[in-house]
Nanobody, 122 residues
């Protein structure tokens, strides 16, 4: 019943910005961490950012700190604003929800969205 619906992916030139959105349904969000992972061709899926639903604490991968911002925008939606995008940010971005900490290596018992492609051209 859990559904994570992502939107906002697309193509942008280096230095540009994109905003991703993920709407969750089918689960109670009061105790979850919600966030984003990404996977580039030939690479492992990697953690990008997460937010604790209760309290709003955020956690970012080092390579996006200062450029990406994760936010809870309403009762069931999280966004990822991506600024100063680099070609290295090109990947499929996946929304993720977990009852517990969500971060690097925290991929067990994670609900995943379908992914949305982000392409950054040099």
């Amino acid at each position: 019943q859990v559904q994570l619906v992502e939107s906002g992916g697309g193509s942008v030139q280096a230095g540009g910005s994109l905003g991703l959105s993920c709407a969750a349904s089918g689960l109670s969000l009061g105790s979850v961490h919600m966030g984003w992972f990404r996977q580039a061709p030939g690479k492992e899926r990697e953690f990008v950012a997460a937010i604790r639903w209760s309290g709003g604490s955020t956690y970012y991968a080092d390579f996006v700190k200062g450029r990406f911002t994760i936010s809870r925008v309403n009762a069931n939606t999280v966004t990822l604003h991506m600024n100063t995008l680099k070609p290295e940010d090109t990947a499929v971005y996946y929304c993720a929800v977990r009852y517990g900490f969500l971060g690097p290596q925290a991929t067990a018992s994670v609900y995943w969205g379908q992914g949305t492609q982000v392409t950054v051209s040099s």
